[in-house]
């Protein structure tokens, strides 16, 4: 069976395999910081473990379930090291001057960039009106960040 684990800072996709008296632990895939069992994923362990048959539907559920950030709680580790790390690529993004993208001497790269920020221009939008979509769960939290 198959389960995400903790290991330091990192998450990884972990299966039980039984040798004997011996039970083997077999790392499939290092998740990252935040556990995204992503396509990609699926992909590269079905590939590397051909043999090893995974719940994917399930373990996604367990880790979405674990993502989850309760935004009520502003002193949880999570809601702080969020909010520091969108202080930090506001900050990051506040120096990033035009002229930076025309001097580059890649022009994909400078390309990737300009398609990277529309991306966040787009997702910021969404998740927005979803903090003001009525009064229901979002709707307040907005109104409080507003007044700040």
């Known amino acids: 069976m198959a389960f995400v684990r903790r290991k330091g800072n990192s998450f990884y996709l972990v299966h039980n395999v039984r040798k004997g008296d011996k039970v083997k632990q077999i790392?499939?895939?290092k998740l990252g910081e935040r556990a995204i069992i992503t396509d990609r994923v699926v992909r590269e362990v079905s590939k590397k473990h051909p043999f090893v048959e995974l719940n994917w539907r399930a373990l996604r559920e367990q880790v979405n379930s674990s993502n989850q950030i309760d935004l009520a709680d502003s002193d949880s580790p999570a809601v702080q090291k969020l909010v520091?790390?969108?202080?930090?690529?506001n900050l990051e993004l506040a120096d990033l001057f035009p002229p930076i993208l025309r001097i580059?001497?890649?022009?994909?790269?400078?390309?990737?960039?300009?398609?990277?920020?529309?991306?966040?221009?787009?997702?910021l939008q969404v998740k927005l009106?979803?903090?003001?979509?009525?009064?229901?769960r979002g709707g307040t939290a907005s109104s409080q960040l507003r007044r700040r």
């Not at 520091?84 to 690529?89: A, H, I, K, W, Y």
């Not at 580059?104 to 997702?123: D, G, I, N």
Request: charged share 25%.
């Open 129 to 136: 009106s979803q903090f003001d979509y009525g009064r229901g």
């Open 27 to 29: 790392h499939l895939a």
């Open 84 to 89: 520091g790390e969108l202080r930090e690529l």
């Open 104 to 123: 580059s001497e890649s022009s994909a790269v400078a390309r990737e960039l300009l398609l990277q920020l529309r991306l966040l221009q787009s997702t």
